[in-house]
């Protein structure tokens, strides 16, 4: 299932191909959550899968926090990251999907790592004081995207990764002739990322876009 905008179902073959493959269980994912529907189109594509899982393990993430579970694609990248002793906390308002994603994170060996919480994501990510968080997952609601990085930067240790899905919107936000709802929160979210001092960020152009931004 092609998950680039940007490339043909050619190259993003390639692009698959010359990377870390999926596990069994992550491709059985993959079948479940494409028997959903059209909804399936949620789901983290298997390239970014293998950059959130890289990206965990380079910056030597302990904790970290997802806004937006679904059926488990990225929890699942970020938790095959962390060390046996390391904590995901996954926000998201579906015990539906999530119930998906919790056969997943069992069956990988991985779930004693993901404490999911089941509810509005600002209020649970106002609750994480105990200790810093070195990576955050944000791929939820996208008028919630301003609020929840003003929620997770003061959360961030120095040096620690916010990264944001879906940033390009199917290049909808560079066309000036789109104005709908969510592409205008995206335009904002964008902005308001780019003038904030408290983090580097660039837009990386894989999948739907993905900003990555360390906190200074």
Partial sequence: MGRSFALDDAVHGYVVA???PLDDVQHELIDTTAALGAVAGMQTGPDQVVLLTLLTRAIGARRAVEVGTFTGASSLAIAKGLPADGRLVCCDVSEEWTA???????????????????????????SLTDEPVDLAYVDANKDGYIDYFEAIVPLLRPR?????????????VADDSVDDDNTRAIR?????????????AVMVSIGDGLTVCVKN
Avoid: C, M, Y
């Fill in 18 to 20: 010359h990377s870390t």
């Fill in 100 to 126: 998906i994603a919790r056969d997943a994170w069992q069956k990988a060996g991985v779930a004693d790592r993901i404490d999911l919480r089941i509810g509005p994501a600002t209020e649970t990510l106002r």
């Fill in 160 to 172: 620690g990764l916010l990264l944001a899905d879906n940033t390009l919107w199917s290049g909808r």
């Fill in 188 to 200: 904002a979210f964008n902005d308001h990322v780019v003038a904030d001092e408290r983090v580097d």
